[in-house]
C-alpha cells in the first residue's frame, strides 16, 4: 500500500499582492462574501486522485448547492427525474434492483446505472469512457432524451424563480447570477465528495477488524484470481476490457467502440470498481446478471468467445462452488455501511 499521502482543497488563496490568506473570502461586484472551505482528504493507501478541484475550490456552500441540485428533480424535463432517481444513496449511489435505469416519457436507459463514488479518481466515465471530465459529465444524463431530457436553458429559467436558488448562487459564487457552469460545479463538488473508503475491508486493511476464516479465503482466491483487473484500492485498474459478455439484439451496444470507432474496442467496457458490490446488482454494464453468484460464475462458464475477447479471460477462470461461496464472502467486506448512511451524502430536508 502506498504511503498515507493527504492534501487540502481551498484553505489558502493567494492575494493579487501575493499575501497569503486563510480565510476564503473573495470580492465580486465591489462586495465582498465568505465561503467556507472543505478538506477533500484521500484515504490512506489511496492514489493521487485525477481531479483535484483545481479552479472550482471545495466549499460548504458549493457543496451544499450540488447536493440541492442533484436530488432536484427540475433538472428534468418533467421535474421528475433528478439525478438522485438513478442514483440512490442506500444502493451506493446505484439504481437498486433496475437492469436499466428509468428516464423521461417511460422510457428506459442503455445501460445498467453504475454506483456513483469514488470519482475524483476517474480518467474517463460512463461505461464507455465517453466523458473524460467530471465537470461536464452531467451534461450527458441531463440532455439525454431517454434520460432527463432538458435543456440547459429550461433548468436555469427554472432555478432563477426559486429565491432559495437565487441565495445558494450568491452563497457559493458571489452574486445570484445562475449560470449551467456554475451549476455544473456545484454538482462536482458535491459528487467528487462521494468518497467511499471505510468498508471492512478497509478497517481490516488498518489493523481495526479481522477477517474470520472465510473472508480470509475469499480473499486469496481474490488476489489469485480477480486483482490483475480489480485493482485494490479502488478495485478497479480504471481499463476497459471485453469479458465476454454477448452482445444483446436488442440494445445493440457495443461499448467502447461506440466512443473510438475502433473495431478493436468492440464489446469492450470499463473494468467496474468492485467497493459495495453488494448493493449494486444487478450487474453487468446491461444489468443481465440479477446475483452476484451469477456475475461470478459468468467467468468460470459463461465466456462467450470474441475476437476482443480479454486474453486473461481466454480460458475463463474456473472457479467451483465452494470457490465462489469463499469469493463472495470477501467481496461482502467491501460494502461500506457508513458511506450509505452518510447524512452528509443524503437529500436535504
Same mark, same amino acid.
Given at each position: 500500500?502506498?504511503?498515507?499521502?493527504?492534501?487540502?482543497?481551498?484553505?489558502?488563496?493567494?492575494?493579487?499582492?501575493?499575501?497569503?490568506?486563510?480565510?476564503?473570502?473573495?470580492?465580486?461586484?465591489?462586495?465582498?462574501?465568505?465561503t467556507h472551505p472543505v478538506s477533500f482528504v484521500v484515504p490512506?493507501?489511496?492514489?493521487?486522485?485525477?481531479?483535484?478541484?483545481?479552479?472550482?475550490?471545495?466549499?460548504?456552500?458549493?457543496?451544499?448547492?450540488?447536493?440541492?441540485?442533484?436530488?432536484?428533480?427540475?433538472?428534468?424535463?418533467?421535474?421528475?427525474?433528478?439525478?438522485?432517481?438513478?442514483?440512490?444513496?442506500?444502493?451506493?449511489?446505484?439504481?437498486?434492483?433496475?437492469?436499466?435505469?428509468?428516464?423521461?416519457?417511460?422510457?428506459?436507459?442503455?445501460?445498467?446505472?453504475?454506483?456513483?463514488?469514488?470519482?475524483?479518481?476517474?480518467?474517463?466515465?460512463?461505461?464507455?469512457?465517453?466523458?473524460?471530465?467530471?465537470?461536464?459529465?452531467?451534461?450527458?444524463?441531463?440532455?439525454?432524451?431517454?434520460?432527463?431530457?432538458?435543456?440547459?436553458?429550461? =433548468?436555469?429559467?427554472?432555478?432563477?424563480?426559486?429565491?432559495?436558488?437565487?441565495?445558494?448562487?450568491?452563497?457559493?459564487?458571489?452574486?445570484?447570477?445562475?449560470?449551467?457552469?456554475?451549476?455544473?460545479?456545484?454538482?462536482?463538488?458535491?459528487?467528487?465528495?462521494?468518497?467511499?473508503?471505510?468498508?471492512?475491508?478497509?478497517?481490516?486493511?488498518?489493523?481495526?477488524?479481522?477477517?474470520?476464516?472465510?473472508? /480470509?479465503?475469499?480473499?486469496?482466491?481474490?488476489?489469485?484470481?480477480?486483482?490483475?483487473?480489480?485493482?485494490?484500492?479502488?478495485?478497479?485498474?480504471?481499463?476497459?476490457?471485453?469479458?465476454?459478455?454477448?452482445?444483446?439484439?436488442?440494445?445493440?451496444?457495443?461499448?467502447?467502440?461506440?466512443?473510438?470507432?475502433?473495431?478493436?474496442?468492440?464489446?469492450?467496457? /470499463?473494468?467496474?470498481?468492485?467497493?459495495?458490490?453488494?448493493?449494486?446488482?444487478?450487474?453487468?454494464?446491461?444489468?443481465?446478471?440479477?446475483?452476484?453468484?451469477?456475475?461470478?460464475?459468468?467467468?468460470?462458464?459463461? =465466456?462467450?468467445?470474441?475476437?476482443?475477447?480479454?486474453?486473461?479471460?481466454?480460458?475463463?477462470?474456473?472457479?467451483?462452488?465452494?470457490?465462489?461461496?469463499?469469493?463472495?464472502?470477501?467481496?461482502?467486506?467491501?460494502?461500506?455501511?457508513?458511506?450509505?448512511?452518510?447524512?452528509?451524502?443524503?437529500?436535504?430536508?
Amino acid at each position: 500500500m502506498a504511503l498515507k499521502y493527504r492534501w487540502t482543497i481551498a484553505l489558502i488563496f493567494f492575494a493579487a499582492a501575493g499575501t497569503l490568506l486563510v480565510n476564503a473570502c473573495k470580492k465580486t461586484g465591489g462586495s465582498e462574501y465568505r465561503t467556507h472551505p472543505v478538506s477533500f482528504v484521500v484515504p490512506d493507501g489511496f492514489p493521487d486522485p485525477v481531479y483535484r478541484f483545481e479552479g472550482n475550490p471545495l466549499t460548504e456552500e458549493g457543496f451544499a448547492l450540488g447536493r440541492k441540485l442533484f436530488y432536484d428533480g427540475r433538472l428534468s424535463k418533467d421535474n421528475n427525474f433528478p439525478c438522485a432517481s438513478c442514483h440512490q444513496q442506500f444502493a451506493a449511489f446505484s439504481t437498486f434492483d433496475h437492469q436499466l435505469s428509468h428516464g423521461f416519457n417511460n422510457q428506459f436507459t442503455k445501460r445498467n446505472a453504475p454506483g456513483l463514488f469514488n470519482m475524483a479518481w476517474l480518467k474517463e466515465m460512463h461505461w464507455d469512457g465517453g466523458i473524460n471530465h467530471i465537470e461536464v459529465q452531467p451534461l450527458a444524463p441531463i440532455t439525454a432524451p431517454n434520460e432527463m431530457a432538458e435543456d440547459i436553458g429550461n =433548468i436555469i429559467a427554472k432555478l432563477e424563480q426559486d429565491k432559495t436558488y437565487r441565495d445558494m448562487f450568491r452563497q457559493a459564487f458571489g452574486d445570484e447570477n445562475i449560470t449551467s457552469q456554475r451549476m455544473l460545479l456545484a454538482l462536482t463538488q458535491f459528487v467528487a465528495s462521494l468518497v467511499s473508503a471505510d468498508s471492512k475491508y478497509d478497517r481490516m486493511k488498518k489493523g481495526r477488524a479481522v477477517f474470520n476464516e472465510s473472508e /480470509k479465503e475469499g480473499y486469496r482466491i481474490f488476489q489469485a484470481r480477480c486483482a490483475s483487473c480489480h485493482t485494490e484500492p479502488l478495485f478497479t485498474d480504471l481499463s476497459f476490457r471485453n469479458t465476454g459478455l454477448e452482445l444483446d439484439g436488442y440494445l445493440m451496444d457495443y461499448g467502447r467502440m461506440g466512443i473510438t470507432n475502433n473495431p478493436a474496442d468492440s464489446l469492450k467496457f /470499463k473494468v467496474p470498481s468492485l467497493r459495495n458490490v453488494a448493493l449494486t446488482a444487478p450487474y453487468g454494464h446491461d444489468g443481465r446478471f440479477t446475483g452476484l453468484s451469477q456475475a461470478i460464475g459468468h467467468y468460470s462458464g459463461g =465466456i462467450a468467445p470474441s475476437a476482443t475477447l480479454d486474453p486473461s479471460l481466454a480460458g475463463g477462470i474456473p472457479l467451483t462452488d465452494v470457490e465462489i461461496f469463499y469469493l463472495r464472502e470477501f467481496l461482502f467486506t467491501l460494502t461500506d455501511s457508513s458511506f450509505i448512511r452518510n447524512e452528509r451524502f443524503a437529500a436535504p430536508d
